[in-house]
């Protein structure tokens, strides 16, 4: 299986992140586990943000939850991440990640990720 993040590099404050995950090699509705995001500002750990499962239900974490939408695209074998409201500290490589464990903080957590992609919060 193989995992691969799309979308801007740079946003602005205040506006709307939007990345996309594209998966091959399997199929996101497979009963599996969960389809997570996660993200790494610069200097810290990893952050889970939230996951979607092969039914199609979605977890967030608390923090972001208010400002975080997990949604998916069958036919593509998408899913895709928004935050609205970004701020600089939103800046962090992103990735997507499969694996059996909801909130995984480590990589060892998923089985399968993406090579991640870098988003600024910049003006």
């Known amino acids: 299986v193989q995992l691969q993040e799309s979308g801007p590099g740079l946003v602005k404050p205040s506006q709307t992140l939007s990345l996309t995950c594209t998966v091959s090699?399997?199929?996101?509705?497979?009963?599996?586990?969960?389809w997570s995001w996660i993200r790494q500002p610069p200097g810290k750990g990893l952050e889970w943000m939230g996951a979607?499962?092969?039914?199609?239900?979605?977890y967030y974490s608390p923090s972001l939850k208010s400002r975080t939408s997990i949604s998916r695209d069958t036919s593509k074998n998408q899913f895709t991440l928004q935050l609205s409201s970004v701020t600089p500290e939103d800046t962090a490589v992103y990735y997507c990640?499969?694996?059996?464990?909801?909130?995984?903080?480590?990589?060892?957590?998923?089985?399968?990720r993406g090579q991640g992609t870098q988003v600024t919060v910049s003006s």
């Open positions: 990640a499969a694996g059996r464990r909801l909130q995984g903080s480590r990589w060892s957590d998923y089985d399968y």
């Open positions: 090699g399997g199929s996101i509705t497979t009963n599996y586990g969960y």
């Open positions: 979607i499962t092969s039914s199609g239900s979605t």
